[in-house]
């Protein structure tokens, strides 16, 4: 059974979706319909723009969205998916490719998205970090541990948990990884503390968003990254993204339940088409991945 997965923030790169644009009249249709859509011409700081730039929340969440739909486009009737999963921003990637929120909803969704995260971080400052080394249970221990907002955020691979939450309470969680003997806990270069309790305003202000979309059964199973379990049913899903900007990516738990459940390929679709490839081997280096 073959999974095609979607990558989230930090798999952009300059000139995206250029290449795309200029080979594919489907692409092209589909990326000036989103210029129209978000605005602004995204186009022209994907295929022009900087690193600096494309960081920007605002447009990195749109443009790695639009890179990957572009990719499925380009397949057409050949893209089958009978699974699919996506990493944080990725998951919105992959309800629009298995049909279960339309294009335009998605995009729009996103877009709102990343809006709601940015006044979340500036209202209520955050950060993250990444914990290296030590298993999963330790590092969730070590979090209860602290008199302070701080909570696993991101399963990424056994051995690699990152952790979201107010300054102070992460720096204690980097200082006590140490400690405990991680190979390595750093604080990462990001705008707040994505998929923790900090991110509420953001999931209140998207809820009601969320709520105005109509949502179809997909086309196959998608595994979310609050559960880690495969969905179908339209309700669960709506509900599941509504808790996924508070709640932990367990992209681990995923990769494994959807080994257990069959699945014997993976395809990275979207990005440089290595981030979620290299976090897979990690849980199982046998498995065949590939990207789009």
Partial sequence: MKAYVFPGQGAQFEGMGKDLYESDQRVKELFDRANELLGFRITDVMFEGGAEELKQTKI????????????????GEAFQPQAVAGHSLGEFTALVAAGAISFEDGLKLVQQRAQAMQRACEAVP?????????????????????????????????????VSGTLQGVEQVVAKAKAAGARKAVMLPVGGAFHSP????????????????????????????????????????????????????????TVQQMLNDGVSEFVEVGGTGKVLRGLIMRVNRRVPTSSL
């Fill in 60 to 75: 990195t969440q749109p443009a790695i969205f639009l890179h990957s739909i572009a990719k499925t486009t380009m397949v």
């Fill in 126 to 162: 955050g950060t993250m970090a990444a914990i290296i080394g030590l298993e999963d249970e330790i590092v969730e221990d070590i979090c209860r541990s602290i008199d302070e907002i701080v909570v696993p955020a991101n399963y990424n691979s056994p051995g690699q948990l990152v």
């Fill in 198 to 253: 900090l991110m509420v305003p953001a999931k209140e202000e998207l809820e009601h968003f969320i709520q105005s979309i109509t949502f179809q059964a997909p086309s196959c199973p998608i595994y979310q990254n609050v559960t880690a379990r495969p969905e179908t049913n339209p309700e669960r899903i709506q509900t599941n993204l509504i808790d996924q900007l508070t709640g932990a990516v367990r992209w681990t738990q």
